[in-house]
């Protein structure tokens, strides 16, 4: 195949005859319930190109998520899946193990936080890893409580439903959910003005009252919320509730789910603040793509588990597994984490600029190559869902991959794979504030 140039180019509207043909097959096979942000077919990918069955190229700024960091089809990636298929593409590991399993639980181990002594156990989704940090937490400390937070996300499986708190489109008449939740206002520095101080003690006082610490098992807790809305807490938020989880006994699960893999200028966003999670939940950016996720903490409650206690069928599937290996390394030898810092200067400045300018822009935030804005209407905080919407269906059409997010829909997120050529980033960006600009004044 071609190479693809690391270059936006527009050959029909976005999205395309082609891609509205397979619209048409779509919307007569495939749930509507399912949606797409946006509804161009995507035929292939390199770096932070995407190309469409029209042969437009569009400039991802989303990664599908925060999951393609090491960026579409890197080449040592998708040489170690095509590798490791043609060996074996499964065994089930509960049935006979392989040392591609093994050696992904040695990488978390050894990058997760935390020099004490850790275990993992893989799944396949993150849901998945939050279900089973919830059961190890819950059997590990025989209490049944779990604590969560206002705007958070954790999955649409059952349980994780119930630990999620936005409503629509993910609860919204899927109950019954589960029991023993319990949710504790956040840390939203825009919008409470607290310190992190301040807002953990008014999170802690809320379970203390509410729930009583003695029948907690679990804090959950996204160290920047990602559906949320890239919520990242007052600085003293994360350290004040892990230390009051510890001294209760409470398990202090971050679920590092989108933050992880370099994302935020770190492997793992809980070391900006020099937090270290008793459990940490991963996926996403873990394997580029394929389907993995994680469990990694301390050996101690990994292993209260009964042998048989956890599993699946697929988890830590040998393909996926190698996938993440070759990813962890590409993370590795090119500094992926140094490049989200260079990412952030750029991203930062730029939007900073655009807010300066544009009163509807009320915060710029974000870690590493995490980075969002949120909307409101000018002179106020109140949401502007309808802005972040139409910024976001504008950037599509001029062939930019943006993504919103927010419990109120008014924040646009960026997730720029962090091999990102910086011409293209630039290009992104520019396009973007041009939106704004138009969209916002
Ligand atoms: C995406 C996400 C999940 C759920 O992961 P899935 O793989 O979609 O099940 C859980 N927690 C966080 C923080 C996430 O961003």
Not at 220 to 225: A, G, K, R, S, Y
Not at 301 to 325: Q, R
Not at 398 to 411: F, P
Request: aromatic share 4%.
């Amino acid at each position: 195949m071609e190479p693809i140039e690391q270059k936006r180019h527009l050959t029909t509207a976005v999205p395309g005859p082609r891609s509205l043909e397979l619209t048409v097959r779509r919307e007569a096979a495939v749930s509507s319930g399912v949606s797409s942000g946006l509804p161009a077919f995507i035929e292939r990918g390199s770096g932070a190109i995407l190309v469409d069955v029209d042969g437009n190229q569009l400039i991802d700024l989303g990664s599908g998520i925060a999951v393609t960091s090491v960026g579409h089809a890197h080449p040592a990636v998708t040489a170690a899946i095509a590798e490791q298929s043609a060996r074996f593409t499964h065994t089930c590991f509960m049935v006979t193990p392989y040392e591609q399993y093994v050696a992904v639980a040695e990488a978390l181990n050894d990058l997760t936080p935390g020099t004490h002594a850790k275990s993992t156990a893989l799944f396949n989704s993150g849901a998945e890893a939050v279900e089973n940090a919830i059961k190890v937490a819950r059997l590990a400390t025989g209490r049944s409580g779990v604590a969560v937070f206002d705007h958070a996300y954790h999955g649409r499986t059952n349980l994780t439903m119930a630990l999620t708190a936005k409503n629509m489109p993910y609860k919204d008449r899927f109950g019954p959910f589960a029991p023993e939740i319990y949710r504790a206002p956040m840390s939203y520095p825009l919008h409470d003005g607290l310190s992190g101080p301040e807002a953990a003690a008014r999170a802690i006082s809320h379970l203390e009252t509410q729930v009583g610490a003695h029948n907690l098992a679990a804090l959950l807790i996204e160290p920047i919320q990602g559906e949320g809305g890239f919520i990242v807490p007052a600085v003293g938020f994360l350290p004040a509730l892990a230390e009051w989880a510890s001294e209760h006994g409470i398990v202090f699960i971050a679920d590092e789910i989108q933050t992880g893999f370099c994302r935020t200028g770190a492997w793992f966003a809980s070391e900006h603040e020099g937090i270290v999670p008793d459990l940490i939940t991963t996926a996403k950016g873990i394997a580029a793509g394929m389907p993995l996720a994680a469990v990694t903490g301390r050996r101690e409650l990994m292993n209260a588990v009964h042998a048989g206690g956890l599993g699946g069928t697929y988890g830590g599937n040998p393909v996926a597994a190698a996938a993440a290996l070759a990813a962890i390394e590409v993370m590795r030898s090119e500094d992926l984490a140094e490049r989200a810092r260079a990412l952030h200067s750029t991203i930062e400045r730029k939007l900073s600029l655009a807010a300066s300018e544009l009163p509807a822009i009320a915060e710029v935030r974000g870690r590493g190559a995490m980075m969002a804005i949120e909307l409101v209407r000018p002179g106020t905080l109140e949401p502007d869902a309808a802005l972040a919407k139409s910024v976001v269906a504008q950037c599509a059409e001029d062939g930019v991959i943006t993504l919103s997010c927010g419990t109120y829909g008014n924040v646009v997120r960026l997730l720029p794979p962090l091999v990102i050529e910086q011409s293209l980033l630039d290009e992104g960006l520019d396009l973007l504030v041009g939106v704004l600009r138009r969209c916002a004044s």
